[in-house]
């Protein structure tokens, strides 16, 4: 089973949800901020996270 789909060009960003709880406080806290505001740890294309993810995770049957 699994998935048969292709994804070729899905580009993820990734951050930790403690990053993401504090940039929130930073800019609450911040008189001056305003606009949108991007929190990202990294940005890496859907097939190197399914690879880390299944190195991570061996029993997990996590497609190709």
């Known amino acids: 089973a699994g998935c048969t789909e292709e994804y070729k060009d899905i ?15 930073l800019v609450f806290e911040n ?12 940005i890496n ?7 880390k993810l299944a190195e991570l995770y061996p029993s997990y049957k996590v497609p190709k």
């Open 31 to 42: 008189p001056s901020a305003s606009g949108r505001h991007i929190c990202a740890e990294s």
């Open 45 to 51: 294309h859907l097939s190197d996270f399914a690879a």
């Open 11 to 25: 580009w993820m960003g990734a951050v930790h949800v403690e990053d993401v709880a504090l940039a929130h406080l």
